[in-house]
């Protein structure tokens, strides 16, 4: 039976309470701001929510060439994606990477080269998330953690709000049961300290 992360001791504690407090509030907030633009995107996505795009799926209906000239459309109606499918992305300019693990996680196994590091438990974690979309400028933004249980818990919070934009990266940088994760399909990574200084000030 899947674990409610919420239910978990570091979700009981102040510090994980007033850190997940803070980004429900930034959700509501801004879904309310966008709640009249996007009812038909929503009724759309309902039909789609549980499908993860694959490069399997994008060969069979689109050339490469062409499938990431609508990534924000595909995004919209496909919020789970394959960690290849996103390095692609990335490779392409066409998305948008942001790590919402933990600094010390950062420093063990190191950031995805492009990612940007928002922790998941700083008190203004949605304020920067949300700042983070308005950076990528229509482009999707992918969220990765270890194994994607948390990522899976914020966009199921996003879900719930209709805040779009935002998509999964399925299994995480160190993998979940039959999921390889973005580290053991050998995809790049830098440091700590280099994600950090390349993050734009705007989120820092």
């Not at 950031?111 to 308005?134: C, N, S, Y």
């Not at 990266?169 to 950090?196: N, Y």
Request: hydrophobic share 45%; proline share 5%.
């Amino acid at each position: 039976m899947a674990r409610d992360w919420a239910l978990r001791p570091q979700f009981r504690s102040r510090f994980w309470r007033n850190a997940l407090r803070s980004f429900l509030l930034a959700v509501r907030n801004r879904a309310k701001a966008q709640a009249l633009s996007v009812e038909g995107v929503n009724a759309r996505n309902k039909l789609w929510r549980n499908n993860m795009l694959t490069r399997r799926d994008t060969l069979s209906i689109f050339a490469s060439s062409v499938v990431f000239a609508y990534a924000p459309a595909w995004a919209e109606t496909h919020d789970m994606w394959s960690l290849e499918v996103l390095h692609d992305a990335l490779n392409r300019d066409l998305a948008r990477l942001v790590d919402i693990r933990r600094p010390d996680e950062w420093t063990e196994t190191g950031v995805a080269k492009g990612a940007w590091p928002i922790d998941m438990t700083h008190p203004r974690f949605g304020e920067r998330l949300f700042a983070a979309r308005d950076l990528a400028k229509g482009r999707p933004v992918a969220l990765i953690c270890r194994t994607g249980h948390r990522s899976g818990f914020v966009m199921g919070k996003l879900r719930e709000a209709n805040a779009t934009g935002f998509v999964d990266a399925v299994g995480g940088m160190l993998g979940a049961p039959g999921l390889p994760g973005w580290i053991e399909q050998g995809l790049p990574t830098v440091s700590k300290e280099t994600a950090l200084s390349n993050l734009p000030k705007e989120l820092a």
